[in-house]
Structure formats: C-alpha cells, structure tokens
C-alpha cells in the first residue's frame, strides 16, 4: 500500500494550522490529520503536539513484531487521551495559547485491519469502487442540527456555522474519543482529511477525483487543487493511503 500526505494553506488564510502524520512499518502504519482551531491562539501549535505524540509512539514502538489487532483501538484510544491532556496543560501554562484547540483524526492500520480515534470535524472515509463510507461522525453544532432535522444537508453546504465545534482536543481536561474498528474490504483505500477540503468539494466529486488518478500521489494533490479552485477558504489536508493504481476498485 501507498501512501501520501499533503497539506496547502489554501487561498485564504496566511497560515497554516493543519497537521499531518503518513508513518508506515513492516507490519503497521499510523496516519493522521489535525486541524488547529482558527480563530482561537495558536492553532498550529496545538495540531502540531497532537501529532508529536503519535511521533513519540510510534518511535519507541517495536517494529520487529506485529500488535494484536485487538489492541488496535485500545492503542488509538490511549493516544488520542494523551493528545488531548499535553494540549490542555500546555494551554494552562502559557496564557498566550490559552482556548488553542484542534481536531484529530488518527488511523491505524495492519493488513486490513483498521482502528480509527477521532475528535472534531476531520474526516475518515472508506474509498470503494462506486462510493465513499464515511466512517467518521462531525463533531460540529451544524452536524447536530442536521441530525436535529432543523438544517438540511443541501442547506449544509456553506452554512455559516459549519466551522462551530462541539468537540475538540484542548479546550477541557477530559474528551470523549469516538472509535471506529474495521476490517477493509479486499482493494478499498483509506481517505482522511480537514475540512478544507470536505467545505468546498462534495464527497461524490471527491470519489470522482480518484478515480481519475492512477496515484495516491496525484489523487492527493488534484483534490488540494479542487479546493484551491472553490476558493480554498480553509487549510486543506489529505492523507491517502491506497494500492498504486487500484484506487479502491
């Protein structure tokens, strides 16, 4: 399996507060994304030591034998939870990132078994011949009025509180970590990303995009590109992990 991660600050913001991990192993790999909180202090530094402490893991992790995959989740869990602790206690001793939060989605995947951790709007798709899975639920007070039935997911798309989270790494001394297990279907790819991406590019155009590319590389970069084109409101990261030339066919 193949695997890219790329990241572009897009057309509107003059920094970038996205994050990413690609880490592959003989028996693993550990993927991430992280999306700093804009508007609150330092976004980019709270993204960053999400992902410092998958770098951490994963450098003192014995690479000569595999983990049981029911340890999987467990593993994603645990990583998550300790993200989030270094963020808050860096917050509290530094009153000038005080409120700097961040999304995180982090993947870790053997053969094909798959544990997602997960907080906040970044997404986790499954890549399948006519279709994408989400497998990840938005963290966001415009998920909960489209599941409240107030907000229609047509009326979704560019709402003006689409941004607005209920859940981040960061911002309280405890989080809640949703956990997604998988065993991937023979061919499937894995797909995540921040919201600079899923704002701007629908998930059937998205499906359209990789299809078009023989490359996880080059699937990668088409879709920072597709976003760049709506307007690239946002910083865009995608992270693609995909046999070369089977782009979930």
Request: hydrophobic letters at 40%.
């Amino acid at each position: 399996m193949q695997v890219v991660g790329l990241t572009d600050p897009g057309r509107e913001r003059s920094r970038n507060e996205d994050s990413f991990l690609v880490l592959t192993g003989p028996h693993l790999s550990l993927l991430a994304v992280a999306d700093g909180m804009g508007g609150h202090a330092a976004g980019d530094v709270a993204s960053s030591l999400a992902i410092s402490v998958l770098e951490r893991y994963w450098a003192g992790l014995d690479q000569s034998k595999p983990i049981p995959k029911a340890h999987f989740a467990g593993i994603v869990q645990n990583l998550v939870l300790e993200a989030n602790r270094l963020i808050y206690s860096r917050a509290a001793a530094d009153p000038s990132k005080l409120g700097m939060g961040t999304t995180l989605t982090v993947g870790l995947l053997g053969g094909r078994r798959l544990a997602i951790g997960h907080v906040g709007d970044s997404r986790a798709y499954l890549v399948l011949d006519k279709r994408l899975e989400l497998l990840t639920e938005d963290h966001s007070l415009l998920e909960q009025m489209i599941q409240a039935g107030s907000v229609s997911p047509a009326e979704a798309e560019g709402h003006p509180q689409r941004h607005i989270l209920t859940r981040a790494l960061g911002t309280t001394p405890e989080v809640k970590v949703d956990l997604v297990e998988r065993e991937l279907p023979a061919h499937a790819a894995l797909l995540l990303c921040t919201d600079g991406l899923t704002s701007l590019v629908r998930d059937d155009e998205i499906l359209a995009v990789i299809h078009e590319h023989e490359d996880p590389k080059g699937a990668a970069a088409a879709l920072i590109e597709l976003a760049n084109a709506r307007g690239g409101s946002d910083n865009i990261t995608v992270v693609y992990a995909a046999a070369s030339g089977r782009q979930g066919s």
